[in-house]
């Protein structure tokens, strides 16, 4: 991902020698609009502007830094939280809470500014030591920030060297730090709010949480004061409908005037409606069915071969999907830098699927369950996976589940397989943690992403992200299918919606209705 660059050189008084300076001046002006979208004309006093969103997931908490769930971030991300940096909807870094950082030489030592006058939601000021406190909670032991061992693991120390100065030292070097920074799990919580983030968070983000009806909407309102902009859009609700059918109803209805992420049937539904714009975009997330590597068989690699052989993966894009997705062989979407198409590797092959699971000694039927989260491509794609291993011997029965019962069950690892999207970008290292919940140990991989992680030498680092690729695609730790192509149906006039997703954001200052 691309990284804000400015001059080089020395990096500031007191910076360590060998430093050099990655600067980003926090004037939106000087992106040349990257971040204009934030500072459209407000409307006049007392006037109100909404936006009303439809999603087919209800976040389970409001804390991006505790919750896996990715409509967690969907809904407090840039709006009521934000981080040292933002990702844009091109997948550059850019500042945000930091306005500017330098980086030293060898990829170990950061220092960030941090922006002046920047206060949350109740009053308290950021400064450094509010970093520190959100960068160590999340680092914790019993933290569930699913970036933990990632991203805060790796940080040997964090300094609050005065009151708008961070410096970060890691373990090791991280090409895409400044990239994990920028999402959701790295938002930055008050010592004196961060226990209550859960249901309610209190940001520096333009936005506030108003109200939340558990099981129908959330809404959030402008919040007064904001250091940087004061965004058009004065509200923004966030519906949650599972149905496609009340969907599309709500979108008639005038009461939804974006709806993210919608089923096929509402494409051929609103696809000649003048009244709405169709917005079809990449992604970066990668479906797949994750497999338990530590439950019998699937812990021998020749069965997770088979049933990945056993997936008619253009077949499942085009039939349960409508057509919207490209088929994937590891765990990396085509938006990633360094991607390579390895879906090759197995392709459909029902006779090769059967003759693995007899070299195996897996006698057929071979029996697993298949949990299924309440998302409309986990149902709509469970019947043809149900079809596609039954051809090979394997008997699957389905069992639908709630978030909640799939964060207690197959996310702790209670599982044998589940159909679930990883939407966030370049999370390989999950792999590196034998406690994630598909259970894959493997010294070598490990070994593998650490050399990647501290080589400086930009041909050796492709060559070895090609090797990581590789890897995993050889081991068959999981069933991977397609990367999803993300379709956002918005009404006419709405401008500023995000049309691909990088990550998952749906930023309502970006967002202004033409008058």
């Known amino acids: 991902m691309a990284v804000p660059k400015g001059s080089q050189g020395w990096a500031g008084a007191g910076a360590p020698p060998g430093w ?47 919750d896996a769930l990715a409509a967690v971030g969907g809904v407090t991300h840039y709006n009521i ?63 569930t920030n699913k970036a933990r061992k990632a991203l805060f693991a790796n940080m040997a120390r964090i300094e ?62 402008r919040a007064p004061h904001h250091d940087r902009s004061t965004p058009q859009i004065t509200e923004g609700v966030f519906r949650f409908i599972t149905d496609p059918d009340q969907q599309a ?78 088929p994937i062989g590891s765990h990396f979407a085509p938006t990633d830098p360094g991607y390579l198409h390895l879906e090759s590797l197995y392709p459909h092959n029902p006779e090769t699927a059967r003759a693995l699971l007899a070299d195996a000694g897996v006698q057929t039927p071979l029996r697993l369950q298949l949990a299924l989260p309440p998302t409309p491509y986990a149902v709509t794609g469970a019947p043809l996976l149900v079809q596609y291993l039954a051809a090979v011997g394997i008997s699957v029965e389905s069992v639908p589940m709630t978030w909640a019962q799939w964060l207690a069950g197959p996310f702790k690892g209670d599982f044998d397989m589940t159909f679930i999207n990883h939407v966030e970008p370049l999370d390989y290292l999950i792999y590196t943690d034998p406690a994630y919940y598909f259970h894959y140990d493997s010294s070598a991989f490990r070994a593998l992403v650490a050399r990647h992680a501290t080589s400086t030498n930009a041909r050796e680092r492709q060559q070895l992200f090609a090797r990581i690729q590789r890897f ?33 954001a749906h930023d309502l200052a970006a967002m202004w209705w033409e008058d």
């Open 20 to 66: 050099r300076r990655r600067e980003a001046l926090a004037s939106l002006l000087a992106y040349g609009g990257g971040a204009a979208a934030w500072v459209r004309p407000a409307q006049a006093e007392g006037s109100v502007r909404r936006v009303t969103l439809g999603t087919t997931q209800e976040p389970s908490s409001l804390d991006p830094t505790m």
């Open 81 to 143: 939280l934000e981080g040292l940096t933002r990702i844009e909807e091109n997948g550059s870094v850019v500042p945000l809470l930091a306005e500017h950082w330098s980086g030293s030489d060898d990829g170990l030592h950061y220092r960030f500014h941090l922006r002046q006058g920047v206060r949350f939601h109740d009053g308290n000021a950021l400064t450094a030591q509010t970093v520190r406190f959100s960068f160590e909670r999340s680092a914790a032991p019993g933290s």
């Open 160 to 221: 609050a060297s005065g009151t708008h100065q961070v410096d970060i030292t890691l373990h090791h070097a991280d090409a895409q730090f400044l990239f994990h920074l920028g999402e959701n799990t790295a938002v930055i919580l008050h010592p004196d709010s961060a226990g209550q983030a859960a249901t309610q968070p209190v940001g520096t983000g333009p936005y506030r949480l108003d109200h939340w009806a558990k099981g129908h909407s959330l809404r959030l309102v």
């Open 249 to 326: 109803s709500a979108l008639d209805d005038g009461e939804l005037d974006l709806l993210f992420q919608f089923a096929t049937p509402i494409v051929r539904r609103f696809e000649r409606n003048t009244g709405f714009q169709l917005l079809v975009g990449a992604s970066s997330g990668k479906t797949m069915l994750a497999l338990n590597n530590r439950r019998k068989p699937l812990d021998d690699v020749r069965v997770r071969r088979a049933i990945t052989h056993a997936i008619n993966r253009e077949g499942m894009i085009r039939q349960a999907f409508g057509g919207r997705g490209v």
């Open 472 to 504: 995993l695609a050889n081991d068959a730790v999981n069933a991977w299918v397609y990367t999803p192509q993300v379709g956002t149906v918005v009404r006419k006039g709405l401008r500023g919606a995000w049309v691909n997703y990088p990550i998952v």
